[in-house]
């Protein structure tokens, strides 16, 4: 009988700690849902600008001074406490500039452009460091659960984007609209269809995001994104017959090099690179804010 007492007694003082825990491992739940707003830079990794050397597509390619404004702002959703969605609106300016290259094909060819870019992206995220609902006061010497101030996670998505390639004939000149002109004989050759300016996107990156409260935060996010599209910055095949331009402001932005060479840029030379596509990428500073959900997990405004 005293057995029984105390397995009861001792169950009894179990059971508390038991629910506490369960609750704590739950408190996730009166907080899946989050907005979040952001403002950070872009870049572009494509044909045109880059570094002293002939085009790689990749990082060492990467022209600092063409980073441009972003901004972000977003829905997340978490399934569980290690997965969640985010959805995001995002906008940024993508440039790139041959007179910044010092390699000389690339700067003979003397092609610059710069195109806003608008993008609808989903990604579904995955907590390498989780973030924890802990103890709501951060006072000294107060003990309570608090949990893990920093999260980390990494994301891959899909998404569409809408780009428009501009160009100006001269410095200080108003910029023209490129793939209405088609400076590649897009609509003019028959194997060259014009190119489409709504594209898909396949966001990868990483991110960081540090808790300041029970509710707000803030975090930084970077993210390269792959295109299926070659003609971001309007450059990708050769070049044509110039004397198929009726358009004589596509015939001048088709080909601004100085001519000096002629050969370099005649009919049927090469242009750009149809073998790599272009990329771009975000890197967003964050602020976050946590919604409180009922037992539906829906947010309570």
């Given at each position: ?25 739950n408190?996730?739940?009166s907080?899946?849902?989050e907005v ?11 044909e ?6 002939i ?20 829905y ?14 995002s ?22 452009f710069k ?7 989903s ?20 003990r ?9 996670y ?48 396949f ?43 009726t358009?004589?402001?596509a ?30 990428m ?19 405004f």
């Amino acid at each position: 009988m005293k057995k029984i007492i105390t397995y009861v007694v001792l169950f009894l003082l179990v059971l508390p700690m038991l629910s506490s825990g369960q609750r704590l491992r739950n408190r996730w739940k009166s907080t899946r849902a989050e907005v979040h707003f952001g403002i950070g830079a872009t870049n572009f990794l494509g044909e045109l600008g880059g570094a002293n050397q002939i085009g790689t597509h990749y990082f060492k390619d990467f022209e600092f001074s063409q980073t441009r404004l972003a901004l972000c702002a977003g829905y997340r959703y978490k399934i569980t406490s290690g997965l969640a969605v985010n959805t995001n609106l995002s906008y940024g300016q993508l440039a790139g500039n041959d007179n910044l290259t010092t390699e000389f094909f690339r700067s003979y060819r003397n092609l610059s452009f710069k195109s806003d870019i608008f993008e609808l992206a989903s990604n579904m995220e995955f907590s390498i460091i989780k973030d924890q609902v802990g103890h709501r006061y951060r006072l000294k010497g107060v003990r309570g659960q608090r949990g893990f101030e920093m999260a980390v996670y990494a994301f891959l998505g899909v998404g569409v984007f809408h780009f428009n390639p501009k160009a100006q004939l001269s410095e200080g000149g108003s910029y023209v609209d490129l793939q209405p002109i088609g400076t590649e004989g897009q609509g003019v050759v028959a194997t060259r269809k014009k190119y489409s300016r709504l594209q898909m996107a396949f966001p990868i990156g990483i991110g960081f995001k540090y808790t300041l409260d029970r509710r707000w935060g803030i975090g930084l996010e970077y993210g390269l994104r792959y295109t299926f599209t070659d003609y971001i910055d309007d450059v990708s095949k050769t070049y044509v017959d110039p004397s198929l331009f009726t358009d004589p402001v596509a015939k001048a932005l088709a080909d601004r090099s100085d001519h000096s060479y002629y050969y370099i840029t005649s009919s049927g030379a090469q242009r750009g690179d149809p073998r790599h596509k272009d990329a771009y990428m975000f890197a967003i500073f964050n602020i976050n804010y946590k919604l409180r959900t009922g037992r539906t997990s829906y947010p309570l405004f």
